[in-house]
């Protein structure tokens, strides 16, 4: 689950001020610090109450057992207030190696009246957690999330953030879904597995390495093979279907998508591609969709390159979904940021 949930609000909840322990009303002696093996339980609890969804200690493990991951959290006594959580990634800037930290999970207890104020455990959490990850000199020199207007107004308003981007969604419709499987050809299309995945690894690296070089003056997320088996193929609770486009005997692999197939309609999640022929692998993807019954395909595409995802007749429209950049810390200035980011689907933690 994003940070700012799945329509992009941030995950808070005041209630009505009711309160029969008196949390809210009695806010000292909180306990401010980073995530340890024994909150795990505590945070899966919160995130059910937040969320009405049940996150996993397998979740939990796949999104924050990783070295590049971050959580701060908030106790008055045994109580869990609040949490503020990141996934890392390393990126290209402008070109070069660099890190970036993705916000994730952000929750206050519905017992806490007001629980976005100055100095309440949200704004501790935040603080802490953006202190001590982001900026010069941090383990994370950006950050990122995708939060509604509102939860980005708030964060505008509390000085953590400033927009420098907004994410689109394309549909296309599919006229005539198939019954048939894909054939799948020697230089076509395969679509890979946990079991075949490894064979495959090199030419995923490979796609990576010709697609990021198209970004030398934007900002993208490395998605090399070790990154698409994380994200798709081991997330614990969602299934994707990846394929990879192969061109011949002597061109190469030419793409990789990855689709989220739900009932008759499919999800374009990420992809990567020899070159910017975007068209032909949205075909590509449709193609893919039709044959598993779906009736439309959908994603979703940062700002910046609304042109590119707008053809073959795709329906565009504006999300309420905001590309974020840090003003907490010292580090780069968020105007430096505007109409950057690559981003799509799959960059979400809970797409």
Known sequence: MNGWTENGEMAVVTGNGSNEKGVADSLENLEVRFVEPGDIKAICGLFKKIFNEDMSEAHWHWKYDKDQSRAVVVYMGDDLLAHYGGVGTDILLEGKQSTAMQITDLMVDPV???????????YLAAEKFLHNTVGFEKPFLL????????AMGLSEKLGFFNPVGQMWEAEWEIEKPVDEKITVKE???????????????????SLWNKFSKLFEDKIICKKNAEYFRWRFLEHPAK?????????GWFRGPQALLVLRHDNDQSMLMDLLGSSFELQKLIRYACDISAAKNSHKMISWCSDTFKTIFDVDKAKMKLLPIII????????????????????????????
């Open 239 to 247: 299934n994707y279907a990846l394929y990879l486009v192969k061109g």
């Open 112 to 122: 806490v009246r007001h629980g976005v104020r100055a100095r309440s455990p949200f």
């Open 143 to 150: 950050s990122y999330g995708f939060p509604s207007e509102r």
């Open 324 to 351: 974020p950049a840090c003003s907490a810390t010292p580090g780069p200035a968020p105007d430096t940021q505007k109409n950057k980011w690559w981003f799509m689907p799959g960059d979400t933690d809970y797409l």
């Open 187 to 205: 230089n076509q299309i395969v679509e890979l597995t946990a079991e075949n995945y490894s064979q495959y690894e090199k030419d995923i690296d």
